[in-house]
């Protein structure tokens, strides 16, 4: 089997997964978007994804995913999300490529994105990161300081706050965890009613995360196969 062939088999078996989470749920397919988690994997890949209907592609590295963004630009509607950790210093590089950050989870993270923004003089999308179990070390911010960070970038001027993104932890159940998400995401939507992104599953748990509310999936190993190493 070619890669177009298997990767067109893959998302074949992954959209039936969203359809048939989706009517359980009761939920229209279209609420649900799927973003391919494209992190280690060659350009070539997001090109046949592409061409299959796909949009919206994710990475979390970003040197990484400015090489590929760059060698990808022929791709006009080629959406990208950042969703690994993301440090201070690397706030102007990633508002190069990214259309969304769905790694918000500090006050001078959130600042530096502003100025950032503020500097290629654009608006940026932006998800809070929350710690659904208050470990903070893993990335996230935790739920009793979500308030307060998300004051910051509505006021900033220069981000926009489209919702909140978690993984789920280890010692929790994922139900639990995609749970507390919307819940947060519910209290978002009183002050700051852009606030409208779940984005909760991943390829193992995306069933318990779309009945849950999630309206984001980020799928990468059903999709793409196991990870490729980045060096041997």
Not at 21 to 28: F, I, K, M, N, T
Request: aromatic share 2%; with cysteine.
């Amino acid at each position: 089997m070619n890669r177009r062939d298997e990767l067109k088999a893959n998302l074949e078996e992954v959209e039936e997964r969203i359809a048939k989470a989706c009517e359980s749920a009761g939920r229209p397919r279209a609420e649900v978007m799927l973003l391919a988690v494209t992190k280690t994997w060659p350009a070539s890949d997001v090109e046949i994804l592409y061409e299959l209907g796909l949009r919206n592609f994710a990475e979390n590295r970003d040197q990484e995913a400015g090489e590929k963004v760059g060698q990808l630009r022929h791709l006009e509607e080629a959406r990208w999300h950042m969703v690994g950790r993301l440090q201070r210093n690397k706030a102007r590089s990633v508002v190069e490529w990214a259309g969304q950050v769905d790694s918000v989870d500090s006050v001078r993270l959130a600042e530096a994105l502003a100025r950032a923004a503020h500097a290629k003089g654009r608006t940026l999308d932006v998800l809070l990161q929350v710690s659904i179990d208050g470990d903070v070390s893993r990335g996230g911010v935790a739920i009793a300081d979500v308030g307060e960070l998300a004051g910051v970038i509505t006021r900033s001027g220069d981000l926009i706050l489209r919702g909140a993104m978690t993984v789920a932890p280890l010692t929790m159940k994922p139900s639990q965890a995609f749970q507390a998400l919307a819940s947060v995401v519910s209290g978002l939507r009183d002050d700051h009613p852009t606030a409208t992104q779940v984005s909760a599953g991943m390829s193992g748990d995306l069933e318990d995360a779309i009945s849950h509310g999630s309206t984001c999936v980020r799928v990468g190993t059903a999709l793409l196969g196991g990870r490729r190493l980045t060096s041997p």
